[in-house]
């Protein structure tokens, strides 16, 4: 199937590594123009400009910091005039793993807030820069990536809570922009489940990922590359009629 990604402009958030640079890289594949962004790593930037090939533009943005998300639409928009396809992918991770011993109401204010505040309003920040960027042109798509964990589903993850939130904010994000954009940008949500991340691969020992696999329906953690086919199918216009619309990458979990 043709995609019909060829030459359209897209911008991936946070794809110096894990999910987001497995995006960027198969919308490249697809024949897309790709810019994405970094928020630490630029040398991670490289390795993800270098798989796109000539074309990448890597621009740094901050999650906390609403200008920066302006200067780095402003750099797409300079190199190719606007944008088609938005992924919102970047992610302030919390600071250290869950802890399932401490109590939802010992989290400090100052911790929940370093989560939230960049995870939510750094999410609404993204989508005003952009916006302006996509209207008038045509196939214009919107895609958030979310979590499972901001599902009401299975046993819950103790210590995940505020991150949850933060991801679940999306879903009512979605909510009014399809109501908003209608057929002129389609706006859909992509659940990962656990992915075998670089990052994650540092923070769990393969024994407890096989305990996961051996939990999840298909017999396998997802990789980044299943996540970012779903991405850029719904980012593409091969997605014709769909919007607000969540699609779970999780293995069946
Ligand atoms: N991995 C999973 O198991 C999993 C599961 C469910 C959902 N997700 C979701 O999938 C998305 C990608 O996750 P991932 O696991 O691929 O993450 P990752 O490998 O940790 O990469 C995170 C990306 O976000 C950037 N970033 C970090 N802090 C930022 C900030 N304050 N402002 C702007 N950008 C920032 C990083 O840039 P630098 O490297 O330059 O710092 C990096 O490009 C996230 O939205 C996450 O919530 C992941």
Same mark, same amino acid.
């Given at each position: 199937?043709?995609?019909?990604?060829?030459?359209?402009?897209?911008?991936?958030?946070?794809?110096?590594?894990?999910?987001?640079?497995?995006?960027?890289?198969?919308?490249?594949?697809?024949?897309?123009?790709?810019?994405?962004?970094?928020?630490?790593?630029?040398?991670?930037?490289?390795?993800?400009a270098a798989?796109?090939?000539?074309?990448?533009?890597?621009?740094?943005?901050?999650?906390?910091?609403?200008?920066?998300?302006?200067?780095?639409?402003?750099?797409?928009?300079?190199?190719?005039?606007?944008?088609?396809?938005?992924?919102?992918?970047?992610?302030?991770?919390?600071?250290?793993?869950?802890?399932?011993?401490?109590?939802?109401?010992?989290?400090?204010?100052?911790e929940?807030? &370093?989560? +939230?505040?960049?995870? /939510?309003?750094?999410?609404?920040?993204?989508?005003?820069?952009? %916006?302006? =960027? *996509?209207?008038? !042109?045509?196939?214009?798509?919107?895609?958030?990536?979310?979590?499972?964990?901001?599902?009401?589903?299975?046993?819950?993850?103790?210590?995940?809570?505020?991150?949850?939130?933060?991801?679940?904010?999306l879903?009512?994000?979605?909510?009014?922009?399809?109501?908003?954009?209608?057929? &002129?940008? +389609?706006?859909?949500? /992509?659940?990962?489940?656990?992915?075998?991340?670089?990052?994650? %691969?540092? =923070? *769990?020992?393969? !024994?407890?990922?096989d305990?996961?696999?051996?939990?999840?329906?298909?017999?396998?953690?997802?990789?980044?590359?299943?996540?970012a086919?779903?991405?850029?199918?719904?980012?593409?216009?091969?997605?014709?009629?769909?919007?607000?619309?969540?699609?779970?990458?999780?293995?069946?979990?």
């Amino acid at each position: 199937m043709d995609l019909g990604l060829a030459g359209k402009v897209v911008f991936v958030t946070g794809g110096s590594r894990g999910i987001g640079r497995a995006t960027a890289v198969a919308f490249a594949r697809e024949g897309a123009r790709v810019a994405f962004s970094y928020h630490s790593d630029k040398e991670e930037a490289g390795v993800t400009a270098a798989a796109i090939g000539a074309e990448a533009l890597a621009v740094r943005f901050d999650l906390a910091d609403p200008e920066s998300m302006g200067s780095a639409v402003a750099a797409v928009r300079e190199r190719w005039g606007g944008i088609d396809v938005f992924v919102a992918n970047a992610v302030r991770w919390p600071d250290s793993l869950p802890d399932p011993g401490r109590r939802f109401e010992d989290v400090p204010r100052q911790e929940w807030r &370093d989560l +939230l505040r960049p995870n /939510v309003e750094g999410a609404i920040a993204g989508l005003q820069a952009v %916006l302006p =960027a *996509m209207r008038g !042109r045509p196939d214009g798509r919107i895609v958030l990536v979310s979590s499972d964990v901001a599902r009401h589903r299975g046993p819950g993850t103790p210590g995940l809570g505020i991150y949850g939130s933060s991801k679940a904010a999306l879903a009512g994000l979605a909510n009014g922009l399809i109501a908003e954009l209608g057929g &002129d940008i +389609l706006v859909n949500i /992509v659940t990962p489940g656990f992915t075998v991340t670089e990052r994650n %691969l540092a =923070a *769990m020992p393969q !024994r407890l990922r096989d305990e996961r696999a051996a939990h999840t329906p298909t017999g396998r953690l997802s990789t980044p590359e299943d996540v970012a086919r779903a991405i850029v199918f719904l980012g593409s216009p091969a997605n014709g009629n769909i919007t607000g619309e969540v699609l779970n990458v999780t293995g069946g979990v």
